[in-house]
Structure formats: C-alpha cells, structure tokens
C-alpha cells in the first residue's frame, strides 16, 4: 500500500520520526513522556515491519521506562508526599 509514492511502513517510520523529534520541544516532562513513548511506539511497529530487532529493542526499553516514570514512579511520590512527619 502506497501513499504519494510512499510506502506505508515508510509513514509509520517517519511518523514515529517526526513524535520523536516533537519531544524534545516540550518543557512539560509529562507530555514529553507521552509524545516521546507515542512515537517509541510507532518505531517499534516500524522495527517489526521493517524486522529489525536494534529498533524494536531499543524503543521498546524508552517505552518501558517512559511508562515507569508516568506511572509507577508517580505513585512512589505520591506515597512519599501523602507522609506526613510530625
């Protein structure tokens, strides 16, 4: 499938290119976080299409790490900040 003499995994990839390079423009870690995992996402789709596993696996690790610091590490703070020291 072609779009504008250009293949559809080639769209996923520069799709994937252009989130990425989106985030580094943000001030706001959070949406820095979900922009950039966004676009890990798409490259890691772009890996399997393309099969190559430097892309998947590298992507993959920012995307884990995107989802601990949105997620799991928030709630870490949120324990320490709901302590109250007397």
Known sequence: MEFLGISLTEWIGYLSSFFI?????????????????????LFVI???LIDSWPVIIANGIIVFV??????INKKQQKLKADEVKP
């Open 21 to 41: 390079a989106i985030s580094f423009f943000m001030r706001n870690i959070v949406k820095l976080r979900i922009i950039n995992t966004l676009g890990c996402i």
């Open 46 to 48: 772009y890996g399997i």
């Open 66 to 71: 995107n989802f601990y610091y949105l997620f």
